[in-house]
């Protein structure tokens, strides 16, 4: 399975971006996906998990009420919807899919991983 992020860019700090992310190499039932980022000198970090169905959503903290984590599973497809950003959203953001319970799994947890789009917010 090949994952593929776009849509990342430069924004400035209270603006929205838009990521997406495609699935190709063969069917990806029953995974649930996930987006998580990366900043400069920091771990990895969750941001969104959506489960197959769309029927469970989990959000971290820090994007709480400002993200919108989407799916289409007839496009295999998934998005992310980045509404007021802050600077210290700046980072990479992965997409990641994995055959996991949860909706909110480590990034140990994930099959298989896009290679990032960065997103930079200024101030």
């Known amino acids: 399975v090949q994952l593929q992020a776009s849509g990342g860019g430069l924004v400035q700090a209270g603006g929205s971006l838009r990521l997406s992310c495609a699935a190709s190499?063969?069917?990806?039932?029953?995974?649930?996906s996930t987006w998580f980022r990366q900043a400069s000198g920091k771990e990895r970090e969750f941001v969104a998990g959506?489960?197959?169905?769309?029927?469970?959503?989990y959000y971290g903290d820090s994007v709480k009420g400002r993200f919108t984590i989407s799916r289409d599973n007839a496009k295999n497809t998934m998005s992310l919807q980045m509404n007021s950003l802050k600077p210290e959203d700046t980072a990479v953001y992965y997409c990641?899919?994995?055959?996991?319970?949860?909706?909110?799994?480590?990034?140990?947890?994930?099959?298989?991983w896009g290679k990032g789009t960065l997103v930079t917010v200024s101030s």
């Open positions: 990641a899919i994995g055959r996991v319970g949860s909706v909110y799994p480590t990034a140990t947890d994930m099959d298989y």
């Open positions: 190499g063969r069917t990806v039932n029953r995974y649930v």
């Open positions: 959506i489960s197959w169905s769309g029927g469970r959503i």
